[in-house]
């Protein structure tokens, strides 16, 4: 336990250094309110509506999904290479997941997650 002592000690320092920043900042930065600084900015421009307009269901699966297949695709670069080292034992296992990846896929295709609309 006494190894990972610096560590700590390091994170603590981090922490108590992030918090007086954060402290020093809302204390002694400048506070002028201003009606133009409260508008939303969007690239030099007036807004031409509300900021709080919905995104569509679709636009929230198609990112979840594309998390989802990208972590578990992020896992074949490990086993790539160490291929050679795992033998047939690592073919099938690869095999295995790479065939419940595309059981979500064809999953995803048939409830109509990945149409455009």
Do not use: Q
Not at 26 to 55: A, I, Q
Not at 91 to 100: H, S
């Amino acid at each position: 336990m006494i190894e990972y002592l610096g560590i700590v000690i390091l994170a603590l320092f981090a922490g108590a250094l992030a918090s007086l920043f954060i402290v020093l900042a809302s204390t002694l930065g400048p506070k002028r309110p201003n009606p133009v600084k409260d508008e939303p900015f969007e690239c030099g421009e007036k807004p031409l509506s509300s900021p709080k307009r919905t995104l569509p269901v679709h636009f929230y699966l198609i990112a979840m999904l594309f998390i989802i297949f990208d972590v578990e695709l992020a896992f074949l670069f490990p086993w790539a290479v160490l291929f050679k080292k795992l033998g047939l034992a690592g073919l099938i296992e690869m095999a295995v997941f790479v065939f419940f990846i595309l059981v979500g896929y064809v999953y995803a295709l048939k409830k109509g997650a990945i149409d455009p609309e």
